[in-house]
Structure formats: structure tokens, C-alpha cells
């Protein structure tokens, strides 16, 4: 485990820095921006313009601080727009 | 506990995505609503009732066992352009727990959206290899001699828990056995209990 | 397609890190590298992820049920506790009984 590379932060069973942090049973709510970016994803998805493979590896690119710092949903939107920005079906100029 | 809000950037990435989506002609507003809609249909409900089912009816018990993704469709639920269903048949000796190390795969077609806490790092770090400190976070606890495996959703299927059917619930409706199943126990952190009795 | 292995057969994990030489998209958990297992079932054949993350053309492999037993992965752990884990045939190599 101590020898694991950084570039696979998302790659988590059994790391051990979690052995002692709780899992909180609570499930609160998904919000609007949440449930709009899971639709977002899944109209793409039945278009043939991502896949969840895709989305992976961007989502799996992110730096540790974004891969645990934001939201479940944001590290979706920004793995989608990823890309769709890869694939040329925008551009970053669209998104920024 | 309430979600923390998306940072207004990441609020004004989505509308310019979608913009810049629609404005091609990619897609539509009216799509995505439609999308929002039918997704926020599914429920832990749709797995409660084929376990139910699975309880009271031997053999759609080993269809469901044999061919998860089969058996959904005889609920009237396609899992059509969706990853298959596989089903673990728990056993006096056998308890399954299910988690995603690598990301969060779940079977969102029959249990709905994947709990907040199904996807934290803690559960799926913890899953694999403390998996009855785990369960211990629901009060949970599957004794010493029954073997717990954990299956790690690593690839393309997705796994539903088929917990065993609870002492005392002989000649129960497939309702009242529904009413037994939510997300906990179809993912395996918890056992299906029988509530503290209604006052007779 | 046909599957390699049958279920039943010993298999070990490859211990390959390629992801510290190059970004990859892998679906092997690290935890399992150069582990030794049983196969419960061939699951079917899918297109490699390996290949569709990066939108390239995707060959379908033979994906499996692996079984390993939780205490020799961890060094601690209740004995008879197990992981099940999905993986592609390319990571799987025999072992001699």
C-alpha cells in the first residue's frame, strides 16, 4: 500500500487512512444540480457521445485535492465535460 | 448531514455544457427533463419486490439467480443499454457485501440512486478489507463462523444482495416482505429485521 | 469467445504496475496484483475498458468471478472471509496445483 503511486488516488480498497474514519449511514437528498447532471450524462450516454469508461479516466485524472474535495456530482460534470471537450463535440472556448 | 452545495462555478459549468449542447443540436432541455424524471422513478423498491417475490416463489427464485437482468424485465424493468444484474443468493453460512473500490458502480436500475454513503471514500476503502467494522456502522453482525464476502464491482455487472428471508415472517404477504428491504440490505450492511412489533 | 479458464481453476493476478510508467484507466484493484485465486464463473466477454476509456476501438475479452480469501491480501482479517472480484482474462495467468 505505501508504495502505491498518487496517480491512483481513486483506486481505495483498503487504504489504510481510512481504517479509523466512520461511514455515516445518513443518505441526504440529491439536489437539482445533482439529478441534472445525472440526466445530463445519461442523455449523452444513450446518444453515443460518452462513455462511463470515458468519464472514469477524467474523473480518475483529477488531482486528490478535486478527487476528494468536490462533490460526487461535480467530479461527474467536470469528468463529462472532459470529454466532450477530448472528443470535439464542444470546445473549452464553449465551456469557459 | 445536508450535501454540500456545488461551487457557483461548477453551477455555471453545467448551464454553459448545456448551452453549448443545445445550441448545436446535440441534444434538448425537454430531454434532459425527461431524463431527470424517469430516473428519479427508480427505487430500492423495484429490488425489494423481486427478493420478495424470490422468497415466495421458488422458482423465480433461481431465475432471478440464473439471469438477474431476465428477471428484472418480468417486473416490467429493462435494463436495456444498462450494465447486467447479478444476484447473490446469501446462505446460512454466506454473507454478501457489495461495494465499487474504484468508483461507485451500483445497480441503479432496481435500487435507485447509490446512497451517500455507499459512495464515500470510508466505505469503499473499509468494504474490502474490514468489512464487519463496516456492518458494525449499521449495528450489524454476522457471527464469527459465517463467511462474509465481499464482491467489489471492478467491471461490467452490477450486484444485488439476496438476503436470507427472516425467522417469523412465515405466511407474510409479498407487501409486508417488501416493506422488509431498502437499500441497506439489498447492498448487504444490513439484515432484514423484523420491526419492533406493532402493538397487537 | 471462449473462456481459458473453467470454473474452479487457480489462477494468480499478474503483478504488473503499469499505471506508474503512463496514465491508464484500469479496472485491476491494486489490492489484488500478484495474488493467487479461484474462479467461480466466466461472467461473459465485454469490450476492454482499458481501451473504450481512451475512445479507441475495444476488442471484447473474457471477464470472470475471481475468490480470494481476505487474510493473506490484508494480513489480518477474519479467516473464511473472502473478496469477489471482476476481472479481465489478460490479468490472470494459471497456477500449477
Not at chain 1, 478527487?67 to 456530482?73: A, K, P, V
Not at chain 2, 427478493?51 to 424485465?73: H, Y
Not at chain 2, 461490467?156 to 425467522?167: A, K, S
Not at chain 3, 482479517?77 to 469477489?84: I, M, P, R
Request: aromatic share 8%.
Amino acid at each position: 500500500m505505501e508504495t502505491q503511486p498518487a496517480s491512483t488516488h481513486h483506486d481505495l480498497g483498503g487504504n489504510p487512512k481510512y481504517r479509523c474514519t466512520a461511514v455515516e449511514p445518513e443518505n441526504p437528498a440529491l439536489s437539482d444540480f445533482d439529478k441534472r447532471v445525472d440526466a445530463l450524462r445519461v442523455v449523452l450516454r444513450e446518444k453515443g457521445l460518452i462513455t462511463t469508461d470515458e468519464q472514469r479516466m477524467k474523473i480518475e485524472s483529477l488531482p486528490p485535492e478535486e478527487y476528494f474535495g468536490l462533490s460526487y456530482y461535480e467530479k461527474w460534470l467536470k469528468g463529462m465535460a472532459a470529454v466532450l471537450v477530448s472528443r470535439g463535440i464542444v470546445t473549452w472556448e464553449d465551456v469557459s | 448531514m445536508a450535501l454540500r452545495e456545488p461551487a457557483p462555478e461548477h453551477v455555471a459549468l453545467l448551464e454553459k455544457l448545456i448551452g453549448a449542447l443545445t445550441a448545436r443540436g446535440i441534444l434538448t432541455e425537454a430531454e434532459i427533463a425527461a431524463k431527470k424524471s424517469a430516473t428519479e422513478k427508480a427505487s430500492p423498491q423495484t429490488g425489494a419486490r423481486m427478493v420478495a417475490r424470490a422468497w415466495t416463489d421458488p422458482a423465480f427464485r433461481a431465475r432471478l439467480l440464473a439471469d438477474g437482468t431476465a428477471a428484472a424485465e418480468e417486473f416490467g424493468v429493462s435494463l436495456a443499454g444498462n450494465p447486467p444484474l447479478g444476484v447473490l443468493e446469501d446462505t446460512a453460512n454466506l454473507h454478501h457485501l457489495v461495494v465499487c473500490t474504484l468508483c461507485s458502480c451500483y445497480p441503479r436500475v432496481v435500487l435507485g440512486f447509490p446512497p451517500h454513503w455507499y459512495k464515500s471514500a470510508a466505505y469503499r476503502a473499509r468494504a474490502v478489507r474490514d468489512p464487519r467494522g463496516v456492518l458494525a456502522e449499521w449495528g450489524t453482525h454476522i457471527p464469527a463462523g459465517t463467511q462474509i464476502r465481499v464482491v467489489d464491482s471492478t467491471a461490467d455487472y452490477r450486484w444485488m444482495v439476496l438476503p436470507m428471508r427472516p425467522e417469523g415472517t412465515e405466511g407474510w404477504s409479498e407487501d409486508q416482505l417488501t416493506a422488509l428491504l431498502g437499500a441497506e440490505e439489498l447492498v448487504g450492511v444490513a439484515l432484514p429485521k423484523l420491526a419492533l412489533a406493532k402493538v397487537a | 469467445m471462449s473462456p481459458r479458464y473453467a470454473a474452479g481453476a487457480k489462477v494468480q493476478v499478474k503483478n504488473n504496475r503499469p499505471e506508474t510508467v503512463m496514465r491508464l484507466h484500469l479496472r485491476t484493484p491494486h489490492y489484488v496484483r500478484g495474488r493467487q485465486g479461484i474462479v467461480l464463473r466466466a461472467l461473459g466477454s465485454f469490450p476492454n475498458p482499458e481501451d473504450l476509456a481512451f475512445n479507441r476501438p475495444a476488442p471484447a475479452k473474457v471477464l470472470y468471478h475471481v475468490l480470494f480469501e481476505q487474510p493473506p491480501v490484508w494480513n489480518e482479517g477474519e479467516a473464511g472471509d473472502t473478496l469477489l472480484v471482476e476481472l479481465f482474462e489478460h490479468w490472470l495467468e494459471p497456477v500449477e496445483s
